[in-house]
């Protein structure tokens, strides 16, 4: 499938690392520790910590080549990470999956381990997939300094700015790394968020497509390019605005982006429903060449983000995902190339 071409404002695109840069000294001066989460997908309070890695480390590996990463960003932190390989080489698309963002205080926290029945079957779907915990969620969740209090966990309106600036470039370094040695595509990389992660993917996806080409040509179209990977979103359940995210000006600029999205809400969920329809209008795009590729969704129920991965629902929310990513990503004329910097060759 073509995604059809979109009118892209330069000037809008090299701005658009400025929509979510945070705060002067909001990053890590230290790499913090990191408490894990349980197997049930369920957040604990403070537990024993170990502190977060300097490289990309491996913590072990399972059936078809499921391995349990911990990805370094470049401010110290340690993502805890689900790695998915795919099995149809350097073709494949691949996944990021991002449970909700709201902090670990939330009583109804998830971690990266809820994606598990999804990401296998995106998995036997041929793509490559990766569930990951941004900071201060799940396993990838700051203990508490000896005497401190809870809040210290509370994420932070600075946080979320780091999460698009920093926790998704460090998860992007790894996928460049699969698609150097051929194992899958990056030109076809999509994200499924949940709630307030919603507007981090969409605020990272305007930052990727900001990215300019490295130098290493005569003519732009001849160059190599560092972004514009990120080709599909799929938001369950969006926050309509987020702290530290200008999520006004994201919205804005991602309409203009040939990047389809899909919003899904609950009809009967009035906050959800509110917020669904304010992302979705935002980003809508009138006619029938754009019916499969912008498209909102409100399902029976007053089911809330990851709700819609468990029990009943599990079934027909990975149909809908796996179908949506088939058009949309899959199938997208978007040949695997060569993303080496010329000049160092």
């Known amino acids: 499938m073509t995604v059809?071409?979109?009118?892209?404002?330069?000037?809008?695109?090299?701005?658009?690392?400025?929509?979510?840069?945070?705060?002067?000294?909001?990053?890590?001066?230290?790499?913090?520790?990191?408490?894990?989460?349980?197997?049930?997908?369920?957040?604990?309070?403070?537990t024993d910590a170990k502190k977060g890695p300097n490289t990309?480390?491996?913590?072990?590996?399972?059936?078809?080549?499921?391995?349990?990463?911990?990805?370094?960003?470049?401010?110290?932190?340690?993502?805890?990470?689900?790695?998915?390989?795919?099995?149809?080489?350097?073709?494949?698309?691949?996944?990021i999956l991002l449970t909700s963002t709201d902090g670990s205080e939330n009583k109804d926290a998830r971690n990266r381990r809820v994606w598990q029945p999804i990401a296998t079957e995106l998995q036997k779907a041929g793509m490559?997939?990766?569930?990951?915990?941004?900071?201060?969620?799940?396993?990838?969740?700051?203990a508490a300094a000896a005497g401190a209090d809870a809040p210290a966990l509370k994420t932070l309106p600075a946080d979320y700015a780091l999460m698009a600036g920093n926790d998704l470039e460090a998860v992007k370094y790894f996928l460049m790394e699969q698609h150097r040695t051929e194992k899958l595509n990056i030109r076809k990389l999509?994200?499924?968020?949940?709630?307030?992660?919603?507007?981090?993917?969409a605020a990272f996806t305007i930052?990727?497509?900001?990215?300019?080409?490295?130098?290493?040509?005569?003519?732009?179209?001849?160059?190599?390019?560092?972004?514009?990977?990120?080709?599909?979103?799929?938001?369950?359940?969006?926050?309509?605005?987020?702290?530290?995210?200008?999520?006004?000006?994201?919205?804005?600029?991602l309409k203009g982006l040939p990047v389809p999205v899909y919003v899904v809400a609950a009809k009967d969920n009035k906050d959800d429903v509110r917020n669904?329809?304010?992302?979705?209008?935002?980003?809508?795009?009138?006619?029938?060449?754009?019916?499969?590729?912008?498209?909102?969704?409100l399902a029976p129920g007053t089911t809330h983000a990851e709700a819609f991965l468990e029990n009943r629902l599990a079934e027909a929310t990975t149909k809908d995902i796996i179908d949506f990513l088939s058009k949309n990503l899959v199938a997208l004329d978007a040949p695997w190339r060569d993303r080496t910097d010329r000049r160092t060759k």
């Open 4 to 46: 059809p071409r979109l009118f892209l404002c330069p000037a809008i695109l090299c701005a658009a690392t400025l929509l979510f840069a945070p705060p002067a000294g909001a990053q890590q001066k230290t790499p913090p520790k990191n408490a894990p989460a349980d197997k049930a997908g369920k957040t604990p309070a403070n």
């Open 207 to 253: 930052a990727d497509w900001a990215k300019t080409p490295f130098p290493d040509a005569a003519t732009v179209d001849m160059r190599t390019p560092r972004g514009q990977d990120v080709r599909s979103l799929i938001m369950y359940s969006p926050n309509s605005s987020v702290k530290g995210i200008n999520s006004t000006a994201v919205l804005k600029t």
């Open 190 to 201: 999509g994200i499924i968020s949940m709630g307030s992660s919603a507007m981090v993917a």
């Open 56 to 95: 990309t480390q491996v913590r072990s590996t399972g059936q078809d080549g499921v391995q349990e990463l911990v990805l370094p960003t470049v401010d110290g932190w340690g993502l805890h990470s689900t790695w998915y390989p795919a099995t149809g080489g350097r073709e494949s698309a691949v996944v």
């Open 276 to 297: 669904a329809e304010k992302v979705f209008q935002a980003v809508e795009l009138k006619g029938e060449q754009f019916r499969d590729s912008r498209k909102i969704l």
């Open 128 to 142: 490559a997939v990766m569930a990951v915990d941004l900071r201060k969620h799940g396993d990838s969740i700051p």
